[in-house]
DNA sequence: ACCCAGGATGTAA
DNA sequence: TTACATCATGGG
């Protein structure tokens, strides 16, 4: 049991926590207040919020000057790398465009950063997430943690909060690649089942290297991404945004389409690629970035 | 009852 | 290449 405070002094631009995990961009956190993902908490407002790292307990919370943790092991690293803490956010708030819509979501959440999750667990994430709701995704992410993840023993001094006994990893590729379709559909997957049973096969297989993918080019990384069953262009481009370090994609989900629709109409070239291409030359040099303040600012609404 | 959700896949033109 | 039906499920 190790413990400890990141001063917010030390990280350059400003950090929301909980505006960052609850954003949509990864469910692999929970909040010990036993609330599933919900709309944007109060800023100033201090939630633990836990994770499994490996084998190791994470629990973190902001509060006016630093973010807190206590962990299993040192969580420092773990925060820096997971909550982009190195990210010059100052700066890259300075280069957003002036488009009303951009400006306002900066105004409404400054501190919002995109993260930088495991791969596997992000990549089943994103299946599952199409055609649902940011909620309900949250929700059978922790659902597959609790049936198929490792148990971690949290330990006492993690319990201060409310906290349960058990931590759930998420489960290994080869574990839910063997897991049955039917029982995976029973948890509420849907048509998404046999997409998470294969594409956990073909990562069990190391059959799209995720390494080798970080290396390519943005499109090409995209295009092998695809690769994996239930993986189109967007949930690729969520992977690539949230996982493994690309900071140009801007998922074209059905609230940047609208945005599209409403503040760029010119960028909607029809098929996926284009669009693409387009509104990342008018979101500026951060399109990721970009593309995370509008799509959270929208679904707050 | 209808519509929507951080869409993908298979098939037909 | 693009167009379209189909795919589960819960919540508004």
């Known amino acids: 049991m190790e413990s400890g405070a990141i001063d917010v002094e030390s990280i350059p631009g400003p950090v929301d926590l909980s505006t960052t995990l609850e954003s949509g961009q990864t469910f692999l956190w929970c909040r010990l207040d036993g609330e599933t993902y919900s709309q944007p908490v109060r800023s100033g407002e201090s939630r633990w919020y836990r994770t499994v790292h490996h084998r190791d307990v994470v629990d973190v919370r902001q509060t006016d000057s630093a973010l807190e943790w206590r962990s299993t092991t040192d969580a420092v690293p773990i925060l820096e790398e997971r909550l982009r803490l190195g990210d010059d956010l100052d700066r890259v708030l300075a280069t957003m ?9 900066v105004r409404r959440f400054p501190g919002l950063r995109l993260v930088d999750e495991p791969f596997f667990p992000t990549l089943v994430s994103f299946i599952l997430s199409a055609q649902m709701h940011v909620k309900r995704i949250h929700g059978l992410v922790s659902v597959l943690r609790r049936e198929y993840g490792n148990p971690i023993p949290v330990p006492d001094g993690c319990r201060g909060a ?12 080869q574990t839910l690649a063997e897991a049955s379709e039917e029982a995976l559909r029973d948890l509420g997957t849907g048509y998404r089942a046999p997409y998470v049973v294969e594409s956990a096969t073909m990562v069990a297989n190391d059959a799209v290297p995720p390494d080798t993918i970080r290396e390519l080019p943005y499109e090409e990384a995209r295009d092998r991404l695809t690769e994996f069953v239930g993986v189109g262009d967007k949930v690729a481009d969520c992977v690539l945004l949230f996982s493994l370090g690309a900071m140009e994609p801007v998922p074209l989900d059905t609230w940047i389409r609208s945005a599209i629709a409403e503040h760029f109409p010119s960028a ?11 509104i990342r030359e008018r979101l500026g040099p951060n399109p990721g970035y970009a593309q995370t303040y509008v799509f959270h600012y929208l679904r707050s609404q």
């Not at 409310?162 to 590729?173: H, K, L, N, Q, V």
């Not at 909607?268 to 387009?278: M, V």
């Open 97 to 105: 465009p002036s488009e009303p819509v951009l400006q306002e979501a």
């Open 162 to 173: 409310g906290g349960d006994e058990t931590a759930y990893a998420f489960p290994d590729p």
């Open 268 to 278: 909607d070239r029809g098929s996926y690629g284009e669009t693409s291409a387009a």
